[in-house]
């Protein structure tokens, strides 16, 4: 059966880098709907400005266009053994949408749930940039790049993504703690969630979500 594994944590959990490493070792495709926003929001039409402007202020895009990314994207051939969510869902609306679409198309859904400190997210978030050419993801105090604010990928300037400035860090923290960490409370009422440590090593996070991924398949 396949698997359809949904990371949960706040912003700054590392969500986004430990998808990547998943996506290597069992290759599933990373479904990240931060980084789908954010190409859109680079287009200059009335839908691309508008999700710019609700990154930019930390709120949360609305179900609906969620909705249909998800829904899109996901019926790609590549997602048909499997795939690893990473930023949905965030309100309980969009896990029951979720929910639906795992159900009827016969898939296993996993929810795993890095937890971090807060003044650890705070820390890492302010310290996060990005390379804007090949989406390399660097942390200035804990995994900095060779040469200072440059990617070791393809040299280009690094950048801090705009909700990554301490007033939109905040909100952010403040939509999570509204929105999203009830959708855990949601799974961990279904008994579906698988609770990780997200505080130590990224090695060491990975171990554990290796573990927790091949318990499930091995079932």
Not at 31 to 37: C, M, W
Not at 86 to 95: C, E, K, L
Not at 180 to 195: D, S, W
Request: with cysteine; net charge positive; aromatic share 4%.
């Amino acid at each position: 059966m396949a698997k359809v594994i949904v990371l949960m944590g706040a912003p700054g959990a590392g969500k986004g880098t430990q998808a990547q490493l998943i996506s290597r070792r069992f290759g599933w495709p990373q479904i990240s709907t931060g980084d789908i926003l954010r190409e859109m929001a680079e287009q200059d039409t009335p839908l691309g400005r508008h999700i710019k402007g609700v990154l930019a202020s930390g709120r949360l895009v609305s179900d609906e266009i969620l909705a249909d990314i998800i829904q899109e994207r996901t019926q790609r051939d590549d997602c048909r053994g499997g795939y690893i969510l990473d930023g949905f869902p965030r309100t309980i609306h969009q896990a029951e949408l979720l929910d639906r679409l795992v159900r009827e198309r016969g898939h296993e859904l996993v929810v795993i749930n890095i937890a971090v400190a807060r003044q650890a997210l705070v820390a890492r978030l302010a310290a996060r940039r990005i390379c804007p050419r090949c989406g390399a993801v660097y942390n200035m105090h804990s995994r900095p790049p060779r040469e200072d604010e440059l990617c070791d990928r393809c040299g280009t300037p690094l950048r801090r993504r705009a909700d990554d400035h301490p007033d939109a860090i905040q909100k952010r923290l403040e939509v999570y703690q509204k929105e999203t960490a009830p959708v855990i409370e949601y799974y961990r009422q279904q008994k579906k969630v698988a609770e990780i440590d997200g505080g130590r090593s990224m090695d060491e996070v990975f171990e554990d979500l290796v573990r927790v991924i091949e318990e499930k398949n091995g079932r």
